[in-house]
């Protein structure tokens, strides 16, 4: 097996198949891209300041969306996929809370945006942040 065979097959295993009705062939996502949605719709949730402690709000729009896929891993078994997203919280905040938010988020998002079924959000706090001027 070359080279290119062996980047295609390993591109192909990252590859999800979209439950698509179509006539014209197959969808799929990468499997970054679904962490990177799942990494943008996190953020959005209040309380969470960033996202494995190398994405704040303000890194974001630095380095662009591909860093949101950072802390957040993805698999997929029997076309279901779960979600494993490592966060920093906002100090002062309630951890099960905005987790509970975070996981109704990120299942949410991911089904409306994919039509694939989010079997898992699993949550892990990395740490507590304060906010910048205390």
């Not at 905040?93 to 089904?111: C, G, H, N």
Request: aromatic share 2%.
């Amino acid at each position: 097996m070359g080279q290119e065979e062996k980047q295609t097959a390993k591109e192909e295993r990252k590859l999800i198949r979209i439950p698509v009705e179509g006539q014209f062939g197959k969808v799929g996502i990468t499997e970054e891209v679904l962490a990177v949605m799942a990494g943008i719709a996190a953020m959005e949730v209040r309380g969470v300041a960033s996202i494995n402690r190398t994405a704040t709000r303000q890194l974001i729009a630095k380095l662009g969306m591909k860093s949101l896929a950072d802390g957040v891993r993805v698999s997929e078994k029997d076309g279901a996929v779960s979600i494993r997203i490592n966060l920093n919280l906002d100090y002062g905040v309630s951890v099960s809370d905005v987790s509970q938010k975070v996981q109704e988020k990120v299942k949410a998002s991911l089904e409306n945006m994919t039509g694939l079924t989010v079997e898992a959000v699993d949550v892990s706090i990395a740490g507590v942040e304060l906010a910048a001027g205390r």
